[in-house]
């Protein structure tokens, strides 16, 4: 008997449909030789410091520092406290049986580091020794299931994929576990002060711009403006100068031709500049970019994206989700435009599918060294029925951006007009030329609102334009804005570098806070442990966060750039690095933050909530 493993039942019912097996048993679907059998996500999870023997919280138990780590039966809460979940040993039980029996194990959770770690911590503390498969696909149609079935691979081509994982789980409770105890014992055990690799540098970072915003103080400038008119066509200029004071504004103010003195009096025009410049499309969707654009249009949660995203792949409707990848291979390419024209009678893309039809498809998300476990998100082509708004507008963004990311570039014309009256100004407009991909959805770039993507007029040099209008306009400095779940997942993506280029960004992805299947959870832990709040789309810290911020700010456990590191090796060991030299490397760092934890115990007391 061949058996397969999911990673949920739903997952396992779906293989089980694709080759007609129909009997269900307690636990797994059999039939025509295969047993389908699952995990309910995490069945197993590193062992808490009490089964290696720290029991209660004491300083002279830090840092606890495991010489093996143990797995243990994931637990549920009871009035008796923490016990094992006897669902969770039931499923594991039937599948010890079935891997007893099995001629053939086929291991077909999600193809990623969590899902290779939910069944090599099954499959390890069964103690199974027989050699298994791996099902490695990125869709779940019916197409892509019999083709992954065709070309299974060696269990042992992911070993660098659990090492990775396994590294990851470790130094999660390693740094959460310690920092945790070390901080709260320091506040004299008055409450739990949850600490965490990821989660503490990311409070740190939406702390760091609330205490910014708030302690800022808007200062104000002036400048002069003014409207002029060509033929007709009216357009504004603003002065290239500032001014603290308003009573120098207010003297060069004077010198602007008088408005009322007529004509030929008025503005001169020094210099006209106009240039075309290419805006290439976007890139293919990955899980963290839909995330920022879900919560950018339609205010969706980092959360709430990747449920919606997991159903629409679970549903056969799209590739699967969880991937930091935006580029897809050659092979994957060659589908693409059956995949256009399948949306020619779309009401919405229907006239960017037929436009594409007839083109070159641009080639910019096609790089197959930049394709990492799984490719950008994609449609598999599945036809959609009667789904939710929201599945709708997810789906519909991923449809429109890879119209978009096929499509021609968007051509603009910059104009910058400089202009002498008293003083030097400067008009700038952006006309766009040829919408390229920016017909697709019709979006309206995000500084479409400035002045700098006015239509302008045509001029000539040393030309004389009247003046209908001048104007003292005062203005202020604003702070940085808060972070929002978009911001935030943007900021993530580089530790908190501010890099608008998306290709650079891109590049930088190994050495972010977490990785794009995990930023959601890091989100949620911080509003479950009262770190934050969401306040309209903002994310707001608690005075909690905003206690426990102010204790760790100076720390290495606080510093972004830091547990970038940490993320870029737990990628390099995939590739095959060192497992014991990070090992090591987490032990010291484990260390050291403890000790900085534990000699803060004066300011904490006074700063952590009672």
């Known amino acids: 008997m061949k058996i397969v493993i999911a990673e949920k039942p739903s997952v396992a019912r779906e293989l089980a449909k694709v080759f007609g097996a129909t009997t269900k048993r307690d636990g797994y679907i059999e039939g025509k030789g295969y047993s389908f059998t699952w995990a309910f996500g995490h069945l197993l999870q590193l062992a808490p410091p009490q089964e290696y023997g720290f029991i209660g919280w004491r ?38 049986k079935l891997f007893d029996e099995a001629t053939e194990i086929i291991v077909a959770t999600d193809a990623g580091r969590e899902g290779e770690l939910i069944f090599r911590y099954i499959y390890y503390y069964l103690k199974c020794k027989k050699p298994f498969k791996r099902l490695w696909i990125s869709s779940q149609t019916d197409e892509a299931i019999k083709e992954g079935f065709r070309n299974l691979k060696p269990g042992t081509d992911y070993d660098t994929l659990f090492n990775s994982a396994h590294c990851r789980s470790e130094s999660d409770w390693l740094v959460g576990m310690n920092a945790t105890q070390a901080l709260s014992i320091a506040a004299g055990n008055r409450t739990v002060l949850s600490l965490g ?25 002036y400048q002069l403006s003014i409207l002029l008119d060509k033929d007709g066509q009216q357009f504004k200029a603003m002065s290239v100068a500032s001014f603290d004071k308003k009573e120098d504004a207010e003297a060069l103010f004077e010198k602007i031709q008088d408005v009322n003195s007529g004509f030929p009096l008025g503005a001169l025009i020094k210099d006209v500049e106009s240039k075309p410049r290419k805006e290439p499309p976007p890139l293919l969707h990955d899980l963290s970019s839909i995330q ?22 679970e549903g056969k409707l799209i590739s699967y989700p969880r991937t930091g990848s935006r580029y897809i291979g050659d092979d994957v390419f060659a589908g693409i435009p059956k995949l256009i024209d399948q949306l020619k009678g779309h009401p919405d893309f229907g006239k960017s599918a037929e436009f594409l039809s007839t083109v070159p498809l641009n080639k910019r ?81 995000e500084d479409s609102k400035s002045e700098e993507s006015l239509s302008l007029p045509k001029v000539k040099k040393e030309e004389l334009l009247p003046i209908l209008e001048k104007a003292l306009v005062e203005k202020q400095t604003k702070p940085k804005p808060l972070y929002n779940e978009a911001s935030l997942l943007k900021a993530l993506e580089t530790s908190g570098k501010e890099i608008e280029d998306e290709e650079l960004r891109y590049a930088m992805k190994d050495s972010g806070l977490g990785t794009p299947a995990t930023r959601a959870s890091i989100i949620e832990t911080l509003i479950t442990r009262e770190y934050i709040r969401r306040e309209k789309r903002n994310l707001v810290p608690s005075d909690k966060g905003l206690a426990v911020y102010e ?30 030299e990070f090992k090591e490397e987490i032990t010291t760092y484990t260390r050291t933050i403890t000790e900085q934890l534990l000699a803060c115990g004066v300011s904490i007391m006074e700063k952590s909530p009672a």
């Open 59 to 96: 300083r002279q138990h830090l840092p606890m520092l495991p010489k093996k780590f143990k797995l243990s039966v994931r637990k549920i809460k009871t009035k008796d406290g923490l016990i094992e979940d006897p669902s969770v040993r039931k499923q594991l039980d039937i599948i010890k």
């Open 197 to 221: 690799r990821v989660q503490t540098p990311t409070l740190a970072m939406i702390c760091a711009r609330y205490i910014e915003s708030k302690n800022f103080v808007p200062k104000l400038f």
């Open 292 to 313: 920022q654009e879900a919560n950018k249009k339609k205010g969706y949660t980092a959360d709430q994206t990747l449920s919606i995203l997991q159903s629409l792949y």
């Open 365 to 445: 998300s096609v790089n197959a060294k930049k394709v990492t476990d799984h490719h950008a998100i994609l449609p598999t082509g599945e036809v959609p029925y009667h789904l939710s708004s929201d599945k709708q507008a997810v789906y519909d963004m991923i449809v429109g951006r890879m119209l978009e990311a096929f499509h021609k570039e968007c051509i603009k014309e910059l104009t910058k007009i400089t202009i002498e009256s008293g003083s030097e100004f400067v008009a700038n407009g952006t006309v766009i030329r040829a919408a390229g991909w920016r017909s697709v959805l019709n979006d309206p770039e």
């Open 551 to 580: 204790v760790v700010k100076d720390q290495m456990i606080a510093q972004a750039e830091l547990t970038g590191q940490w993320e870029k090796r737990l990628e390099e060991i995939r590739s095959g690095a060192s497992v014991s």
